[in-house]
């Protein structure tokens, strides 16, 4: 349950039906950058321990951004029950 | 985000949730796709925390999330640790170990196995060790897909 993102499409994955032309980069550029590589490359495994961070709060509930004023910390957070984490980003 | 709120909806009041927004998977620089194109979505890879905060709150106002969200800092420590690129889903026991590790999205990004996986916590509460070592730095480390998707 470790796999690596770049290392996941499957086979019949035609990228070039779902890449612009003028997309500056390919999954091949993708593949061979190695910052990608690393952020697809997970340093905590399952029944490992959770990396610990800690960041400020964010609330868009309401429509709105607000910051929360409280800071996230998560081994703090899970001191009591399970926190699920969610990734990703807007792209 | 569907599947996803639906969750917390559902187990909210035994497991927390969160958002962590990370580093542009498809930014204009980078491996665009045509389906951020079609969608208007036309990204800059943020080069600041600020402009990564802008770029996440576009995001969560757009996509409605209702679930508390953090940033991941440019420098990007908190993806590089769970390898979260393009996007994943995790579950932390209580104590600090993971429970579950999802497989990378898009193709490995199940809401459907977060759920099996926190019912099998959530059944066996005490399984986990409480005082499981912190990974990385003990103190606050500052802090990136196919997108917030459920």
Same mark, same amino acid.
């Given at each position: 349950m470790s796999?690596?993102? #770049?290392?996941k499409?499957?086979?019949?994955f035609?990228?070039r039906a779902v ?5 500056p ?6 593949l061979?950058?190695l ?8 340093d ?6 959770a990396?610990?961070?800690e960041r400020?709060?964010?609330d868009?509930?309401?429509?709105t951004?607000r ?5 996230f ?5 899970a001191r009591?029950?399970p926190v699920?984490?969610?990734?990703g980003s807007?792209? | ?5 639906? #969750?917390?909806?559902k187990y909210?009041?035994?497991v927390?949730?969160l958002?962590?927004?990370i580093?542009e =998977? ?32 576009a995001?969560a106002?757009r996509?409605?999330i ?7 800092g440019i420098d990007? =420590? ?6 979260? #690129? ?6 932390i026991?209580?104590?600090?170990a993971?429970a ?7 193709w490995?990004f199940?809401p ?16 986990r060790p409480?005082d499981?070592?912190i ?5 606050c480390r ?6 917030v998707?459920s």
């Open positions: 796999g690596k993102w #770049l290392e499409f499957p086979d019949d035609n990228w890449t612009p032309e003028d997309s980069k390919t999954p091949e550029d993708v061979s950058d910052t990608m590589q690393r952020l697809g490359t997970p905590v495994t399952e029944d490992g321990a990396f610990d961070f400020p709060l964010f868009f509930s309401d429509g951004e910051a929360t004023g409280k800071t910390r998560l081994l703090e957070a009591s029950r699920a984490l969610i990734f807007y792209t | 985000m569907g599947a996803l709120h639906e #969750l917390a909806d909210g009041d035994r927390e949730f958002v962590v927004y580093r =998977a498809h930014p204009e620089e980078g491996w665009v796709v045509s389906n951020n194109r079609d969608q208007g979505i036309r990204i800059n890879d943020p080069t600041t925390d600020d402009e990564r905060r802008q770029v996440a709150t995001c106002l996509l409605k209702k679930i508390p969200v953090v940033i991941d990007d =420590a908190i993806a590089s640790a769970y390898g979260a #690129l393009p996007d994943r889903l995790y579950l026991a209580p104590g600090g993971v579950f590790q999802g497989e990378p999205g898009p490995g199940d459907a196995a977060l759920e099996q996986a926190i019912d099998v916590e959530l059944s066996s509460p005490t399984a409480q499981v070592p990974s990385g730095d003990e103190t500052e802090a990136g897909n196919g997108g998707r």
